[in-house]
């Protein structure tokens, strides 16, 4: 597992982004599209179909996105989960401190969307507010409830002789220090 100063092995082709609901996966998967020049693929919008409704394609999907030469991507989902580590060179991993951060991006995230009505994937919009009390799911609550979940699956993968190189990140300085620094020398970007 590589720090945020370290040097990437090589140019990323096919990069997927860990992290709780809320730590700024398809943000920084968005920057990382531009500056190595892959398309973004945003998995929610493959996962879910009308109504919050799983899409029946959405591992099709996937194995499209995945078969491609380049491309970024969130690492989540866990029938996705293998079929992109199988093609990503490089995982990183959003490792955020939860209560002083991701916690606060969720909860105004959300917000916003709701007030705001925003459409997110295929017609879907937030729940109403009151939902947090009554729906284990709600994003905020699922936020919570799996803030823990890459502590051991992560640094697992890392250990495995097959498993892309691995980027831990541990603070929004450090996820703009390593898109500055390794990431931008890896791709010749100046």
Not at 30 to 48: N, V
Not at 84 to 90: D, G, K, S, V
Request: hydrophobic fraction near 40%; charge should be positive.
């Amino acid at each position: 597992m590589l720090d945020f100063d370290d040097p990437l092995p090589r140019r990323p082709r096919r990069v997927a982004i860990a992290g709780v609901s809320g730590a700024g996966k398809t943000t920084l998967a968005a920057r990382i599209a531009e500056i190595i020049e892959a398309p973004h693929t945003e998995i929610d919008g493959l996962f879910h179909g009308a109504g919050w409704t799983e899409r029946p394609e959405f591992l099709d999907d996937v194995k499209r996105l995945v078969a491609g030469e380049s491309w970024v991507t969130e690492w989540q989902y866990a029938p996705a989960r293998p079929l992109i580590t199988a093609r990503a060179e490089l995982l990183i991993w959003l490792d955020l401190p939860y209560w002083s951060c991701v916690l606060p991006r969720v909860v105004r995230r959300t917000l916003r969307r709701r007030l705001r009505r925003e459409e997110l994937w295929n017609g879907n919009i937030e729940p109403a507010l009151h939902t947090f009390f009554t729906d284990r799911e709600h994003i905020v609550r699922w936020s919570l409830s799996t803030r823990r979940k890459y502590d051991e699956r992560i640094p697992h993968l890392a250990e495995q002789d097959v498993s892309p190189t691995v980027v831990r990140l541990h603070s929004q300085s450090e996820v703009e220090r390593w898109l500055a620094g390794p990431l931008r020398t890896s791709a010749g970007v100046p």
